[in-house]
């Protein structure tokens, strides 16, 4: 072929120096697309060889080779793939944004499956100018009678091309590196790139550094981990002359002869796995194969809680593992990794498109071919196929959760405390997974047991909906089909009625500093279940929002008849005169005109005082400091809002205060009310700086009334 030149033929205006420059975020992405080209191409050659098209060598290996020449600051990257005729070339290069990929695709749609070939627009080749001044290819194609072609570029719109002196089927990509970027060139960088860009390609990947001098010296008896052996160093055999005592010299006595030295020739490394755990059936996979994994992708030292293999086919192809780690909430962000591959390529890291926010906890792999990519591949067309393998995603998560849930009850709850927060983060963000998970959320409650939502409502033990099949009346004569019927709808008719009802349930933010409360649930044989964690508040709300009837508590919202003596409707009356009569007193001792106070006989005489602040209150005040925190004028709202004094009618402090009431000069009765006051206050939260040394001062004015 006559040496030619001529002027690249860009399709798009002015597209070179936005390719040289911005089609990647990171310039390191070169080698994925580089190597990428050199999959296809063997990928390409494979098919070809199946569809009898073209005959393979018996000793055909496909392979791709990377080697760095810091002498000489370049890059070469081998392939054995199809190769390129001169009139390939023309197309495929010459023209930028003619995808080969899209052109075999096309021309081959009926015979072949695409979703392995990776490439699809063309423009991966010239991410090399990104890093180098001038980019030589060496090809020569399968094709019979093909001529080797060479071809040159300086990063210009210039080329040249001539015939070449490549002698193998495949190609030659040569990078002269830009002084900016010879760090690429270094073996240990490359290494670097590649692993986090290929690990897990579909053809082998070997590294090597051309023209090394290197070697490695060991001794004969250690473990090789190569065959290369170019010499065998024998040690040199010494003598020592011993004096005996007269000083005369002795016999002479060999040493231990030193052990036989291998002098080793480095050679390339293999950089990938081209059998990923994710493409192999999960029927074949053991759990010390999930956890080796999990170490080396992640390198979490901590074993996984338990893993989901994803594995589908239809509507789209997709595979993965999804782990779910243990992680401590005090010391670790709560933050996963998701890496996104597009045919065992690595595309990125927690891609939100595809991966939901809330899954974003989990670590993992997704290996999705069909994805809808850009140009660079570094993100996602909008499209909504991905929404698609978005829910997909989600649904298999909850499938996993709520089969784990049914069938290992006891495994779930050991892991329940470490994925509850990633669970419930889910609810809130996802409404379809939170209607999958809703039975399948567990509470502990005050004893330490686990209980699904269900269980705390002990609603459904029976079936309104179950017939018998041999209903007799009480002389064991059968009864009218008609009449069981009537008796089935009646029952039904009366469970949907217990279900409308509000069902409370009890819970607990804090087990000591609701100590008091607790110990009053306990001793009247009531449950309540712990919420602890800052997402509670905000997942009651919904849960109370998507399932009617159903209605959350603290347990110092509100003293139930549970905890009161029986009163006749008398002492009830009187009761209530005397809260009036103390609620007066009371708010003027405290200053606080906004206290509600009520007089109680409650069973425990040794409770003198409760505060109990109404659930809706609570939650407002929770939701105006969560908006001054962000800086709104929270003013609108004041303290001491909704809350509650119960004073015990069986306690003497409170008998005192009653008997007492009267005396508007008696200073104990004001030290006493100020003092049942922050008794009960410390029972839902520490006082704050001033209010305890108020209270502190007022103990010790009372011990030594108390000692007059």
């Known amino acids: 072929m006559a040496e030619r030149h001529g002027s690249l033929s860009i399709n798009s205006e002015n597209i070179f120096p936005i390719i040289k420059k ?309 010391y670790e962000s709560i933050e996963g990794v998701i890496k996104l591959y597009n045919n065992q390529v690595f595309i990125a890291d927690n891609i939100k498109e595809v991966i939901p926010e809330f899954l974003m906890l989990l670590k993992g792999v997704i290996d999705c071919p069909d994805l809808p990519l850009n140009v660079s591949r570094s993100a996602l067309q909008n499209d909504g196929f991905v929404k698609k393998i978005s829910d997909y995603i989600t649904k298999k998560v909850a499938d996993k959760l709520s089969g784990l849930c049914k069938t290992s009850r006891e495994e779930y709850e050991k892991y329940w405390d470490d994925i509850s927060p990633f669970v419930k983060y889910g609810c809130l963000k996802d409404d379809k997974f939170c209607q999958k998970m809703t039975d399948y959320i567990l509470f502990k409650d005050l004893d330490g047991n686990y209980k699904t939502l269900p269980d705390c409502l002990e609603v459904g033990k029976s079936d309104p909906d179950e017939k018998s099949e041999a209903a007799v009346d009480e002389n064991g004569e059968k009864v009218d089909a008609e009449v069981v019927e009537d008796k089935a709808e009646e029952a039904k008719a009366d469970h949907k009625e217990e279900e409308k009802k509000e069902k409370t349930i009890y819970y607990v933010t804090d087990l000591k500093q609701q100590s008091q409360y607790v110990n009053m649930f306990r001793q009247e044989g009531m449950s309540a279940v712990v919420l602890p964690d800052q997402i509670d508040q905000p997942f009651i709300n919904q849960l109370e929002m998507k399932n009617e009837g159903i209605r959350f508590r603290r347990i110092d919202a509100d003293i139930t008849d549970s905890f009161k003596t029986e009163t006749s409707e008398e002492d009830q009356k009187e009761l209530d005169a005397q809260s009036e009569a103390i609620q007066k007193l009371v708010r003027e001792a405290l200053g606080n005109d906004k206290l509600t106070v009520k007089v109680e006989k409650l069973k425990n005489d040794k409770v003198s005082s409760v505060l109990t602040i109404s659930e809706e209150t609570r939650r407002m005040q929770d939701m105006m400091r969560m908006y001054a925190a962000n800086g709104m004028d929270m003013g609108m709202f004041g303290g001491g809002e909704g809350e509650t004094l119960v004073l015990n009618a069986n306690h003497p402090l409170v008998k005192y205060v009653i008997e007492h009431k009267e005396e508007t000069d008696n200073a104990n009765e004001k030290l006493i009310c100020e003092q049942l006051y922050d008794l009960a206050k410390l029972q839902n939260g520490p006082l704050d700086a001033e209010a305890m040394t108020r209270f502190v001062t007022r103990s010790n004015e009372i011990m030594e009334v108390l000692t007059k």
């Open 22 to 330: 911005w089609l990647y975020s990171d310039h390191d992405i070169f080698y994925r697309e580089l190597i990428s080209n050199g999959c296809d191409a063997i990928t390409k050659r494979k098919k070809l060889d199946v569809m009898g098209e073209s005959h393979l060598p018996e000793d055909y290996k496909p392979q791709i080779q990377v080697i760095v020449n810091p002498e000489e600051k370049t890059l070469k990257f081998i392939d054995n793939g199809l190769g390129m005729t001169a009139d390939e070339v023309e197309e495929y290069i010459n023209q930028i944004a003619f995808s080969g990929a899209a052109d075999f695709i096309e021309k081959y749609k009926d015979k072949s499956d695409d979703n392995q070939i990776i490439g699809h627009f063309g423009l991966g080749f010239y991410s090399a100018f990104m890093v180098a001044d001038e980019v030589h290819i060496d090809t020569l194609s399968y094709k019979e009678g093909a001529a080797p072609v060479h071809w040159e570029c300086d990063g210009g719109t210039e080329f040249s091309m001539t015939d070449g002196t490549w002698d193998q089927v495949g190609t030659q990509i040569t990078l002269f590196l830009n002084e900016d970027c010879l760090q690429f060139c270094n073996e240990y960088k490359a290494e670097e790139v590649i692993q986090k860009y290929c690990s897990f390609m579909p053809v082998e990947i070997w590294l090597s550094r051309e023209n090394t001098p290197e070697t490695q010296t060991i001794n004969e008896d250690e473990k090789l981990d190569t065959d290369v052996v170019l010499e065998t160093i024998q040690p040199e055999k010494k003598e020592k002359k011993e004096e005996n005592k007269d000083g005369e010299e002795g016999e002479k006595e060999e040493e231990k002869p030193e052990p036989v030295r291998l002098k080793i020739k480095k050679r390339p490394v293999l950089m990938n796995d081209i059998h990923p755990l994710w493409t192999k059936n999960p029927s074949e996979c053991q759990k010390d194969d999930y956890i080796e994994f999990y170490r080396k992708v992640f390198h979490d030292y901590k074993e996984p809680l338990f893993w989901i293999h994803l594995n589908m086919d239809y509507p789209f192809n997709l595979k993965g593992i999804l782990y779910f780690p243990k992680i401590n909430m005090e």
